[in-house]
């Protein structure tokens, strides 16, 4: 009997280590390709954000809230909340919106599609820091 509960006891044992050395197999993705990946997405993040706080800064953009009545600290303080599709959506938004008062857009046309663009980004802001 003292033999078999060694036999049974070395066996448990076994069993219970195994998977954990199963576990150190190689993954499919590297823990360095995983890192870049994550660095990656960390800087796009910043580089929106960043897109959006720079358009927020226009002076077209302030004065278009402010005849509005939207506050921009309250979007500028929401800016770091964003995440995910959120974000990306705003700062395409903002970088449309940026390019157009870039490219001198004078036009009724473009310029009613700007105001309509700034308020937009600002009231999605809003919105979602609420």
Known sequence: ??????????????????PAAWAQQTHVISASALDQAVQQRVGQDQADRDAIRNFLHR??????????????????????????????RIAAQARTADQQFAGGATT????????????????????IAK
Do not use: N, P, W, Y
């Open 1 to 18: 009997m003292h033999v078999f509960r060694r036999i049974l006891g070395t066996t448990l044992a076994l069993l219970l280590c195994a």
């Open 59 to 88: 002076s077209e953009v302030k004065e278009v809230a402010s005849k509005a009545g939207l506050s921009l600290q309250k979007a500028e303080a929401a800016v770091s909340t964003l995440q995910g599709d959120d974000l990306r």
């Open 108 to 127: 009724i046309v473009i310029t009613t599609t700007t105001i309509i663009i700034i308020l937009l980004v600002v009231l999605l802001i809003v919105v």
